[in-house]
């Protein structure tokens, strides 16, 4: 079954998103989601560029070959870009190979292992009102895990925090991926935040009692003592987990971490491959895998790491934003269904408008999230939509510290 047209659609309905889309000779469509939040062209780029011409007349059903060719023949291993054009690719040929077979991805990865996906919801606040109204927003919308971010005294506009009250009926994304010229700056004080969380964590479990799963993103900020003091400050609070406590790059932070709370560690929203949690893993300093299917290398990749992460009962916890479009949710969401090690799934609503563009079959009922039963991922797009819906730059926004010097957004 060769593979006779490839191409990519770039389109904003509300934000940016790089569809790969893979036609085989009998007329067989597979989708793939390539989008890099802030850094969208460059991944079309490398597709149109210097992939695609190799995909033509490949057989479609050589899933795990077409990986190690893109993966090997490059030279230039791993990396962001890299490993969404990849996953882009990985995706579509699953998607092929399901609707061939009349099955749902989930079934040709093993069958399902569980009636649904547990999720974790968005909740934040600039006050403690506000959270709470967050909260309860977010339990209504069918979670029965709730993700807390709050403002900071002194610290004008904080990562994760709504820029208005999800009262208001404003549909709630506080992804600040802002469109225009320049990224917006945000400002940061480590130690005031330090100071202020676990007040906020106090009052949360107050107000909703101790059964509801609390979790929250530290979003690469603090260097490892204070991620232990934090982690350390928090554990009254029982989190479900504490994400993304240092920056990625260094693995070995991790240790001094978890060396000094028990509170349950998240990590790899940004890492690219299983190499970036090789150490993590085998020392067992976390206890959650958040790499998402968009961003490292495709349904193949996530079903691997997840593999390996269960020798060591860690579980899974895919990064869910809307800067991962429903195709490539989808594709997690069936890798979710199928492991035994299946944790939570992070769900953000993509808006209204993306959904005019991308049509799926997904449900989410009972607090259950369920990838449907049509064949393949169970997403299509509207190429005639997408059209109407032309790149916008944006950018991601950065820190700085309060004199000034650039930190880690
Ligand atoms: O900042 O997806 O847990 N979620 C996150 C996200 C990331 C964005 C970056 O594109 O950390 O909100
Ligand atoms: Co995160």
Redesign the pocket.
């Given at each position: 079954m060769r593979i006779s047209s490839a191409d990519i659609i770039v389109t904003s309905p509300s934000r940016n998103f790089v569809t790969l889309k893979i036609v085989t000779e009998d007329g067989v469509v597979g989708w793939g989601d390539a989008t890099l939040?802030?850094r969208e062209l460059a991944v079309a780029s490398y597709l149109s560029e210097h992939v695609l011409p190799l995909l033509i007349g490949r057989d479609a059903h050589r899933i795990e070959d077409t990986w190690q060719f893109l993966y090997r023949s490059a030279y230039w291993r791993r990396g962001p870009v890299t490993m969404a054009a990849i996953a882009a690719v990985d995706m579509a040929l699953w998607d092929i190979k399901g609707k061939v077979a009349g099955l749902p991805l989930y079934q040709l990865l093993g069958g399902a292992s569980r009636v649904g996906l547990h999720t974790y919801g968005h909740a934040s606040g600039r006050d403690l009102p506000e959270l709470f109204d967050s909260v309860r927003a977010t339990l209504e919308e069918g979670h029965r895990s709730v993700?807390i971010q709050t403002s900071i005294p002194g610290v004008r506009a904080v990562?994760?925090v709504a820029s208005q009250a999800q009262s208001t009926g404003e549909r709630y994304d506080?992804?600040p991926?802002g469109r225009g010229s320049q990224p917006a700056e945000e400002d940061w004080d480590t130690g005031a935040y330090l100071r202020h969380l676990p007040t906020v964590f106090e009052a949360v479990r107050n107000e909703f009692g101790s059964e509801l799963p609390l979790l929250h993103?530290g979003?690469h900020r603090m260097t490892p003592l204070q991620a232990a003091r934090l982690g350390r400050s928090l554990e009254p609070y029982d989190l479900f987990w504490l994400?993304?406590c240092t920056p990625a790059e260094n693995q070995r932070a991790l240790e001094v971490v978890r060396r000094n709370t028990i509170t349950p560690l998240a990590i790899g929203?940004v890492f690219n491959t299983i190499w970036d949690f090789q150490h993590l893993i085998q020392a067992q300093l976390i206890d959650y895998v958040?790499a998402a299917s968009t961003h490292f290398g495709g349904v193949s990749p996530l079903k691997k790491v997840m593999d390996f992460a269960a020798q060591y009962q860690i579980k899974s916890g895919f990064?869910g934003?809307?800067?991962?479009s429903p195709i490539g949710f989808a594709a997690q969401v069936h890798v979710g269904l199928a492991i035994h090690n299946f944790g939570i799934q992070?769900y953000m609503l993509h808006s209204s408008l993306t959904e005019s563009v991308f049509d799926q079959g997904m449900t989410f009922v009972d607090g259950f999230l369920h990838p449907s039963d049509r064949p393949g991922l169970g997403v299509e797009v509207d190429e005639e939509a997408a059209a109407a819906f032309p790149y916008q730059r944006a950018y991601?926004p950065f820190n700085r510290l309060p004199d000034g010097t650039m930190h880690d957004w």
């Open positions: 939040n802030g993700r990562y994760g506080y992804e991926a993103d979003h994400e993304d929203e958040r990064h934003p809307t800067d991962v992070e991601l």
